[in-house]
């Protein structure tokens, strides 16, 4: 809570929410900050920028978006806390951590899930990703503008090569506080670590983990490659970074204005998926002349069915069986 709390006071100290009764609205001009927990130099962040460019050319300057990466307002759980605090109005938050208040949502992050790019592309582009947007908006409070994301998360290991998931019995794998993530790894047959993504780097460099996944731009940003030697492309989960704004934030908008967040916020997702995917091909021939080396699977069947059980149970824990068969029968 304090640390909830020290966030406020940043954004706060950053200019706050200038929605009720501000001098700026009084002039017409309605101001709002988005933050974003990843390096600017990331796909959502640039997305997050360019929306924000693009709204101000939309309304002709009436609204004004202050974007601040590098995580200068908090993690994402303290992003979401602030927004329904009133102290942020946007943000990226992972599905791992809408989890903490929406589980539902969670499943996006199932292994697995998605059978291609493609695939993911019309799932949450489509139906079942706006029946899954109107939960989060009931349950959590929070308008869906788009889906960021769209690359895969893949293994990165420092000395053990990682073909088959014979490989994964008691590797030492770095995870992350989600139920879903650590459940994975250990249906895989890893130990799993929860390492701070902060402290990654030195724990692989340590020893105190074997092995870590992420997408390839945690790789080469966060230089994760230097104490390894492997990459496995696992995709065993093809991401999906949901840019929210709060419903009280969204509510308080011009409906005219409701209209254009709701289309810029689409081709900000465009715009998010194609950079982020310029980006993973760029990386992975980066990683190549790092000297890492780069492994396909030899079993991904065995990695799937070590994983069902695990999706079964989620989708009837939260009565989600029939959305989990409508995924699996959406055309890529």
Not at 43 to 71: H, L
Not at 116 to 124: E, G, I, L, N, Y
Request: hydrophobic share 40%; glycine share 6%; with cysteine.
């Amino acid at each position: 809570m304090k640390r909830i709390a020290l966030v406020l006071v940043c954004v706060l100290l950053a200019g706050g929410v200038v929605f009720a009764d501000s001098d700026t609205t009084k002039a017409g001009v309605i101001k709002l900050k988005c933050g974003i927990m990843v390096s600017k130099d990331y796909s959502q962040a640039k997305a997050a920028k360019y929306f924000a460019e693009e709204i101000a050319k939309e309304t002709d300057g009436r609204v004004v978006i202050d974007v601040f990466t590098d995580g200068v307002l908090g993690s994402e759980p303290e992003m979401w806390e602030a927004i329904n605090a009133g102290a942020l109005d946007m943000a990226v938050v992972s599905p791992a951590y809408i989890g903490n208040f929406v589980p539902e949502y969670q499943l996006y992050d199932l292994p697995f899930l998605f059978k291609s790019r493609a695939h993911r592309d019309a799932v949450v582009d489509g139906p079942i990703g706006a029946q899954l947007d109107k939960l989060l908006e009931k349950k959590g409070n929070m308008v869906v503008l788009g889906q960021f994301g769209g690359t895969g998360r893949i293994m990165i290991s420092r000395n053990k090569k990682i073909e088959t998931i014979d490989d994964l019995k008691g590797l030492k794998m770095r995870v992350y506080a989600s139920p879903v993530v650590v459940s994975t790894w250990k249906a895989l047959g890893t130990l799993p670590v929860t390492v701070a993504y902060a402290e990654a780097y030195t724990a692989l460099q340590t020893g105190v983990i074997d092995a870590a996944e992420n997408e390839t731009s945690t790789l080469i940003t966060q230089r994760w490659y230097e104490p390894c030697k492997y990459i496995s492309m696992t995709e065993h989960n093809i991401n999906t970074r949901p840019f929210l704004i709060g419903a009280k934030q969204f509510a308080k908008l011009p409906p005219d204005i409701q209209a254009i967040f709701r289309k810029v916020g689409k081709d900000a997702a465009q715009y998010a998926v194609k950079v982020e995917r310029e980006d993973d091909a760029r990386y992975i021939e980066q990683l190549k002349s790092f000297g890492l080396q780069i492994l396909e699977l030899k079993d991904k069947d065995k990695w799937i069915a070590a994983t069902r059980d695990l999706r079964m149970n989620f989708v009837k824990k939260y009565n989600l069986e029939q959305t989990l068969k409508d995924i699996e029968t959406t055309a890529q």
